[in-house]
């Protein structure tokens, strides 16, 4: 017999509430197969099995948030019972009368099974809903470099991929047979939108981008009700405790980005041809803000009572939108970073965010944050400030418009440009609007001169 115990998942995690059990009682798990989907206050992530066997008894139930080392499960010889008899077991009560013959089943198709998950690579290629394939699936990554990258699979292979339990909670509300829907996240990943457009009857919905008028598609949840999930919890705490002890207020400039925008044009292919991946505005606004903050080191400071403590780094977290919320992982020392390390760091942790990879201690230590609220069409926002920082950065949408220029010799004209609006929050307990304004100008100034041409990192 073996104890799962709940792991620490972070310096500051002390609980975590077990929100879904993947393996029953008398089902086969193998080593670093996936066991229970566990949400603490800074992240969600799966327990993997530490030993292979049979699931004699779990003892903390779903919705259930136990301390740190508490004991989940216990995990018997495997050889006493192979998984796929006792599934029906545990979901039928008149199916109970065969459990005497489960007990003698022959181990032998059991054996030659738990070698082949032995390699921790397995654990993202075997979904718990298609038990039948997963002999088939665990020989398939036999690189361990595919484990990230599933994009030779997203023709309609949509089990492919690892599936969010919210994805799967609604696909099983509404009916939809996860198998049979094509994914469009990255690397044929099944996302909400796509379990919505099932339930909707449309079977490709990419072929809805060409037909003229497009009917609103009614979300899965309306007229329901849930419980608030852990990770959203803890967010709603943190922001009303932020704007009850705090003075928040936001300050927005206007910045040109018209030479950012040329440049990336003209480095875009050998940026895309050594990174991986493509030069967008993001690193350009973490760096001229990470910048700025050495010289503002007010906006990168928090209170510690009566103290002011200014922070000797510029760990800059940037908001990524998830299914299960925002979350913030953390650049650290970001005013040392090039472009290419910014672009390279922003789109690794932005994937293993939104795909449940992320360490908890990657979430904590930030000093400064940024927010893309443009990424979804906005001008700008007021975003809140969560303590104990002092200040946040906003980045719109960046949009062509006319404005007025000035050339050398003094003449004005207008033009079409490329604008984006900046709005920073912060804590007027601390900084001030003139201070404030004095950090957005620098930034505003670094962008709009757009000398990069050293930062570029190629």
Known sequence: MSEVTLPALGESVTEGTVTRWLKQVGETVAVDEPLVEVSTDKVDTEIPSPVAGVIQQILVAEDETVAVGAVLAIIGDGAAAPAAPAAPVAESAPAAAPVAPVVEAPAAPVAPQVPTFTTPVVTPVAPAMAAPVTPAVAVAPAAPAVAVAPAAIPAGASDAGYVT????????????????????????????????AAVGGSSAPAAAATAAPVAVQASALRGTTEPMSRLRKVLAERAVASMVSTAQLTTVVEVDVTKIAQLRAKVQSNFVAKNGVKLNFMPFFALAAAEALKAHPKLNASIEGDNIVYHPTENIAFAVDTERGLLTPVIRDASTLNLSQLALQIADMAARTRNNQLKPDELGGGTFTLTNTGSRGALFDTPVVFLPQVAILGTGVVAKRPAVVTDADGNESIAIRSMVYLALSYDHRLVDGADASRYLVDVKTRLEDANFGANLGL
Do not use: F, H, Q
């Open 165 to 196: 339990p919210l994805v799967r909670k609604l696909a099983n509300e509404s009916g939809v047979d996860l198998t049979a829907v094509a994914g469009t996240g990255v690397g044929g990943r099944i996302r909400k939108d796509d379990v919505l």
